[in-house]
């Protein structure tokens, strides 16, 4: 199971956060927009937009590469 994997790698508590039912309308929820914008950020990589590659670790280099341009835009 996923979250019994998330825990154990790395001690992280894996939660869905659903919407209230009273709500209407949008409303950001905590942390996610977090999420959403780094990976809007990593997908400025051309490379990553499609997936090129054949190899698994060609793939995770490329997400280590476009996540240091992304930190170095914000040094």
């Given at each position: 199971?996923?979250?019994?994997?998330?825990k154990?790698?790395?001690?992280?508590?894996w939660?869905v956060?659903?919407?209230?039912?009273?709500?209407?309308?949008?409303?950001?929820?905590p942390?996610r927009?977090?999420?959403?914008?780094?990976?809007?950020?990593?997908m400025?990589?051309?490379?990553?937009?499609?997936?090129?590659?054949?190899?698994?670790?060609?793939?995770?280099?490329m997400?280590?590469?476009?996540?240091?341009?992304?930190?170095?835009?914000?040094?």
């Open positions: 199971d996923l979250k019994g994997f998330v154990k790698l790395w001690g992280w508590c939660q956060v659903l919407r209230n039912d009273d709500q209407k309308g949008f409303k950001v929820l942390w927009w977090v999420v959403e914008r780094t990976f809007a950020w990593m400025h990589a051309r490379r990553l937009n499609k997936d090129y590659e054949k190899n698994r670790m060609n793939s995770q280099s997400v280590y590469i476009a996540m240091i341009s992304v930190m170095l835009k914000r040094c």
